[in-house]
């Protein structure tokens, strides 16, 4: 085939100019800065310039100065005349082929905010060290540009590496690790801006089939019409497979997490995709064509309009119209996302205005998406429920996809698990869980005045439970309509609402309740600040890897119902034992406890206890979250809101809880773990074990010691404030035999695996249900990779398919999890002897 390369050199150049200029239109002057002296920095290594790393290698091929970098020098220069412009600038090597900027930059979806995503093309030959260094210098200017409030994500790219399918590196919070590859390629070519360095050859190539693409690279470098020492090729597009749309719609979902609008406009790109599949023809393609043949229309030039297109096109051809003004408004407030802070006309204004009067949008609709920023709940709520909608749906036809072209949804497990426990965390709606709803809807979630309403009466038109409204009570009194929340637990409205932001130290509060007073509920809420703050680092990929283990816990004594209310006489010294068998009623004093708690995972769940038996049936719970060889909680804080006896029911139950926690986590053992208590009448017994707390109710006639507590641990009340129950003899219940080191990673609502290798050929198996119920498989037979993918399968067929063997609950987000049971038995002194790890298949290159 013939190439007019020269035409082809022209065009680039052309739409080259064309994407710098748009990219510094309409941005502020700290982007500006930032973004054209980037690749200057990266090209240079010297002391007076940001970026320096001793004995890193630079050098850009072909660089050349731009007026602005010129500008720069020279003023540099100025301040440090001891300083040549030859040592700075003149180079005889280099160590990269070519920088360019990708994504959102130079399109209508360009913001304030927009991250500068650049790859740096490594020369092919670099040494580790060399690699390793450039990595530090590219650290370096990504905290350089963090001055000046850029975000610039720098991905050292290896051309030879990527083409063979190789990641750059771990999955982080920006690089997709192995989750997509051709799509990831699609999106570069279709919004590449070359900054410096060697011309993209795939661009250059307006090759009739794809497939062929490599071939005909070839035949041009036989003949000497291409050198490829002056090009920069990271392959073709032809080796788009089916495989790819899962990982890719997980990372998508993922993305979605801090950019919902975005993700959603991408994954119904991929849902058009898989819908055109096996001929799909990719929008890098489509858009080259047209570049290439002349075809120069602006929004050609602009990827983001580009997606719209062909997202547009396919919801119409389906008659899906409800999706379709979905997916207009996502890409209204994706690109409009900053309008409130910088309010003055740009290109990007007039076009997405002339979009929406296009759509036949009203001035209402408009106004309304304009004060996005500055939404309340009840409008974000409104609008997050779409997202979810959309995402869900977008990811149920991928899955459809997946069944019907037999994909191995498997792909690369370990990523896989990290994207699924990622999402999970974000979207997966469990009783108990508090919902985050994402900070990128509104700036400002605060509010002015929230009054907490409680409801006890049956007859009453709403049901039972709390009610919170975002303005102050009026006379007209609770009216069901103008709830914003509800919650059956206080406790859970209350962090709900707190780790949302609703609630912030200059909301007025006032409560409407005859169980609660408001001085206990904002007592409740100081406590809760100190304990669990609302910002917390994220969790790492090594923290996901791990099982949800509780990391910080409030437990609140009697929030909510407080037997102690209907005490008349509270100063009678009694045994901190009775205190749970009080008077001659045999009352237990603690009607309540409640737990909230941020996990490993940085989830925040909460935890209701109520009644008479509530001590016992809390202690239980806990035990079973609790697990041998889990980290020690970084915070425990119990705080009672007794109207009497307040802070020896904090002492005894803190002791408890310390008790608990201890023996299930291995540490300060104490000489007995078998106890017994005296609850609302009732004689317990506890047998304190690794995988929980049994409970045992004695006969009536068994009594117990007048004080239940041993010398060791009556010790530890008076000087700790903490209290343990005295020995028994009676031996635990049998226990189910299996590595224990399971129990540790149990997570409600997600399937779990566990394959453990015998001495033969043979497996056995673990399965953790969404109940953290157990069942085992002694002495399995055939590959284990193919039992993961029956159950991926059957996983994809559940809500179709009769044939569920494992009793699948497929929710939104609980993609089953595999792990493998390692046993250090060969090696003498291993510690931890037997440990679990994400399941990995054998790596298809090393």
Known sequence: MKYDLEFARKQVADLERFRFFRALSGTTDEFRYVFQLIALLLHANHPNLPGFVANAPAGIADFKLTDYQRHYLHELLAQSPDVQFSQIFDRTSHAIDGV????????????????????????????????????????????????????????????????NFQSSGVMTEENCGSAQYMLLLDEFYRSAIRLAGK?????????????????????LIRHGEIDPQEWVDFGGLSKFSANEYFGAGLWQLYKGIDAPYKSVIKILLLEEYSWEYPNTRLIASDFKFHLLMDHTEDHHFDPYLEMLERVTNYLTYRKDFRRLEDVRRCFYLKSTEDWWYHSESNWRAELINRLAQDWGWSKETI????????????????????????????YRNLIDFARKHHVDANIVPQDISILTRKIYTAFEELPGKVLLINPQISTDLSEPYLTFVEVTATDRPVKKGWYMLNQAPEISGFSHPRYTEYSATLHKLVASVYFNGLLTPNTQLYI????????TLQEFITNLAETLPVRVPPPTNDDLHHPCEIRQLMVAINLSCDPTKQLTDSKTPIQQSDLFSFGTEQQNLVGSIDFIYRNLWNEIRTLHFEGPNAILM?????SNKIHHGSTALADIAVYSYSRHYRRSLANIVTA?????????????????????????GKNWQFFFEERGISLQELPENQVLPENNLDEELQAEVNENDNVLPVQSEQNPPEKLQYPSEIDS????????????????????????????????????????????????????????????????????????????IIHNRYYEGSNPPVHIVPFQRQAKYT
């Open 100 to 163: 360019y900027v990708m994504g959102s930059i130079a399109s209508i979806a360009q913001t304030s905010s927009s991250d500068l995503d650049i790859w740096v093309c490594l020369r092919n030959g670099l040494k580790a060290r060399e690699r390793e260094k450039l990595q530090q210098k590219a650290t370096a200017l990504q905290n350089w540009a963090k001055q000046f409030d850029v975000d610039v994500n720098l991905f050292l790219m290896d051309q030879n590496r990527f083409r």
């Open 199 to 219: 011309p993209l050859l795939w661009l250059h190539l307006l090759v009739e089939d794809e497939k062929n693409y490599e071939s005909e690279v070839e035949d």
């Open 367 to 394: 106004q309304d998406l304009n004060l996005r920023p500055f939404w309340k709940i009840k409008r974000v709520k409104q609008s997050y429920g779409k997202l979810m909608q959309m995402l869900m749906i977008s």
């Open 512 to 519: 409407q309740s005859p169980n609660v007073s408001l001085s």
């Open 618 to 622: 809390a202690l239980k719970v806990l």
């Open 656 to 680: 408890l809880i310390k008790k608990c926690i201890d023996i299930q986590l291995g540490i300060n053992q104490p000489s007995n773990t078998q106890s017994m208590l005296r609850v609302a």
């Open 745 to 820: 990673f149990a997570s409600e609502g997600f399937l779990q695996f566990f394959f453990e290798d015998n001495n033969d050929d043979t497996f056995n198996v673990y399965i953790l249900d969404e109940k953290n119920h157990i069942e085992i498989y002694h002495r399995c037979d055939g590959e284990k990779e193919q039992k993961i993918n029956e159950i991926n399968h059957i996983y994809t067929n559940a809500d179709s398919s009769g044939n569920n063997p494992y009793g699948i609950i497929q929710r939104n987000f609980n993609y089953p999890q595999f792990y493998r």
